[in-house]
């Protein structure tokens, strides 16, 4: 009995033991991981105003050298030299096939991921020489699936409360998560002295979202919006449409000069996917547009259009040239997708608005 009671005992502490070892040989393992670089380097710190739409590198404001990408340092690269430069305010795609790098691209960019050679440069800065935070607050990230925490919807657009809420009710209305009503009356009740004065500006609202309004979603805002609407642990009672709405809520709110959006490429239902367009196309005007592009249809009215392939750049043109351009990448895809006559047709009329634009400036 007693040796039965003894074997017992040693198997017990023998497995307790084992998973004792296993605890350290963890924490060894977590302490032996490659750290982020620092956040803040306070003998390099960028300027308040970087970077900025109107600084003197405007035309270059955006510039990728040679850059190569490794996962690993035992890893093939993933992005082999690329480079290119992007101006201020450009809106510019960037496509390619699954797996040619896009996402490695734009996460570079806020290095996620650095490179193993080359550099990227914002308006005038080599971003490796800067901490990650003075970085990454200054440039916008939209992911494909944004995540919100919980809280408000205000703090949620305005996290450390820099700005006043009829900034926030009027981002939420430009990216069409509430209509001009809803916004007038959300405004009235924040400020019933000033209720005169807003009628005026609801009047002049209606006029212009009536002629914006093509969308069928703006009739359907039935869901009431405020800004103190809970919004439960990553946003879940949104759908993901909403959540990247949101998000651009907040890009409007930090006015960045530079935004990075990963277009979104499923579960958004065609309400919601024609808000978001209607969104990137008249809200984003001053800054620097890059977009992680999955459909043509998104980018065939951009500037410019970045095409990689096996990690190599391998178009870099205005959709036009590229469209035209017998035997090239972008060309194919646009055949391949079946509305090729659209997508030149959209092309072709970006060119002729820019025309009239420059000739009416
Ligand atoms: N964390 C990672 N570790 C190692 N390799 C990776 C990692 N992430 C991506 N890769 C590799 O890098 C290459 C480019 O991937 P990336 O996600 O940048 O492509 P993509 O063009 O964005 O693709 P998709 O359109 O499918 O999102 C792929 O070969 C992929 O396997």
């Not at 996290?159 to 939420?172: I, Q, Y």
């Not at 914006?212 to 993901?240: A, C, R, Y």
């Not at 890009?251 to 499923?266: G, N």
Request: glycine share 6%.
């Amino acid at each position: 009995m007693s040796f039965t009671g003894g074997v017992y005992w040693a198997c017990r502490f023998w497995t307790e033991l084992e998973l004792d070892f296993n605890s350290v040989e963890r924490v060894v393992e977590y302490l032996d991981l490659p750290q982020e670089p620092p956040a803040i380097i306070e003998s390099n710190r960028p300027p308040a105003y970087w970077p900025s739409s109107t600084s003197p590198n405007k035309d270059s404001l955006l510039v990728v050298e040679d850059l190569v990408i490794k996962y690993a340092p035992d890893l093939p690269p993933v992005l082999h030299g690329i480079s290119f430069a992007l101006k201020a305010k450009e809106r510019v795609g960037l496509l390619g096939r699954t797996g040619s790098g896009k996402s490695t691209l734009a996460m570079s960019l806020l290095r996620f991921v650095d490179p193993a050679s080359g550099r990227i440069i914002i308006d005038g800065i080599d971003i490796s020489t800067i901490g990650l935070h003075d970085l990454r607050s200054r440039i916008t990230f939209i992911p494909q699936d944004a995540t919100l925490f919980s809280g408000t919807l205000r703090d949620n657009l305005d996290p450390f409360g820099e700005h006043t809420d009829a900034e926030c009710l009027d981002v939420l209305h430009r990216v069409q998560m509430m209509s001009d009503s809803q916004l007038a009356s959300q405004r009235t009740s924040r400020d019933g002295s000033r209720a005169a004065s807003l009628h005026e500006n609801e009047n002049e609202r209606e006029a212009t979202i009536a002629s914006m309004s093509t969308s069928p979603t703006e009739t359907e805002g039935k869901t009431v919006i405020t800004l103190e609407t809970q919004v439960s642990p990553g946003g879940t009672n949104f759908s993901q449409g909403q959540r990247q709405l949101i998000a651009m809520a907040r890009a409007l709110l930090r006015r960045s000069a530079i935004i990075i959006l990963d277009e979104a490429t499923s579960s958004i239902d065609f309400a919601t996917d024609a808000k978001i367009q209607a969104t990137i196309r008249e809200e984003f005007g001053s800054s620097l547009l890059l977009t992680v592009a999955h459909r043509l249809r998104t980018v065939i009215d951009y500037d410019r259009l970045i095409v990689l392939d096996k990690g190599e750049l391998v178009e870099f043109d205005t959709p036009l040239n590229l469209i035209q351009k017998e035997g090239g990448i972008f060309r194919n895809m646009c055949l391949k997708s079946g509305t090729f006559a659209d997508l030149e047709a959209a092309a072709k009329a970006k060119v002729e608005r820019d025309r009239q634009e420059s000739s009416r400036a």
